[in-house]
């Protein structure tokens, strides 16, 4: 079944403990993406990849940090989380060739930080 | 600069009614998307908008994309309340480095009621 995975759904952490929330997907896509999403803000990127070793910021990339060693995994680092970085979680992936360049979104990672 | 804005952004409908979403967008892309997100979810993909005058329907949902007037629609037809669940619309970036990226809109919050 073609998904994109993150682990974990669920994290309650402590100002300043550094955390990873890890995403994975099985669709070959070369571009990868990180969301979060605030009430009443929608779905704001925090970074983005187009390839292996290419990464770049989104519009709200203060206080994170990504890596693309292998196309099919993205992760999210928080180096030092802060309580304003309590959100709801999304990475997604798409093709960069096609027509309709879909993205298709995780599950969620539901981050409490206090 | 993309911007997105979604009206309204809570929508209380009885069932049976019609009602429609706007989603305008500021600068020129080529793909607009639409998306269904219900409570503690993921977003799901409705719809992909390509060209001027697109119109795509599924079920009592019927998207349309008006490129000119930098305007797309989501109608609503006789709601019925498995509709309730929260819509985005989405805007393709063209230009720049962040091309491809997606802009969200807020979100519309809508609520069926018998």
């Known amino acids: 079944e073609a998904q994109v995975t993150q682990n974990p759904r669920y994290l309650i952490t402590v100002t300043g403990k550094k955390l990873t929330v890890t995403c994975s997907q099985n669709?070959?896509?070369?571009?990868m993406s990180w969301y979060r999403q605030d009430p009443g803000l929608g779905l704001r990127q925090i970074y983005y990849?187009?390839?292996?070793?290419?990464?770049d910021k989104g519009d709200v990339p203060e206080g994170y940090k990504v890596s693309r060693k292998e196309k099919r995994n993205f992760p999210l680092i928080l180096e030092s989380p802060s309580p304003n970085q309590t959100s709801l979680y999304f990475c997604?992936?798409?093709?960069?060739?096609?027509?309709?360049?879909?993205?298709?979104f995780g599950p969620g990672t539901r981050l409490t930080v206090t | 600069e993309l911007k997105v804005e979604q009206n309204p952004l809570f929508l209380s409908m009885q069932e049976g009614k019609n009602y429609t979403i706007y989603c305008n967008y500021s600068?020129?892309?080529?793909?607009l998307y639409w998306y269904r997100q219900d409570p503690g979810k993921s977003l799901e993909s409705l719809f992909v908008l390509l060209s001027n005058g697109a119109v795509k329907q599924e079920g009592r949902l019927m998207a349309s994309l008006d490129t000119k007037a930098r305007l797309s629609t989501l109608h609503i037809t006789a709601a019925v309340h498995d509709l309730s669940a929260t819509y985005f619309c989405?805007?393709?970036?063209?230009?720049?480095?962040?091309?491809?990226?997606?802009?969200f809109g807020k979100g519309t919050k809508l609520s069926v009621k018998p």
């Open positions: 600068t020129t892309s080529d793909r």
């Open positions: 989405a805007v393709r970036t063209n230009y720049g480095g962040s091309q491809g990226n997606l802009i």
């Open positions: 669709m070959n896509h070369e571009y």
């Open positions: 990849s187009m390839n292996v070793e290419v990464t």
């Open positions: 997604a992936s798409r093709p960069i060739r096609g027509i309709f360049y879909e993205q298709y």
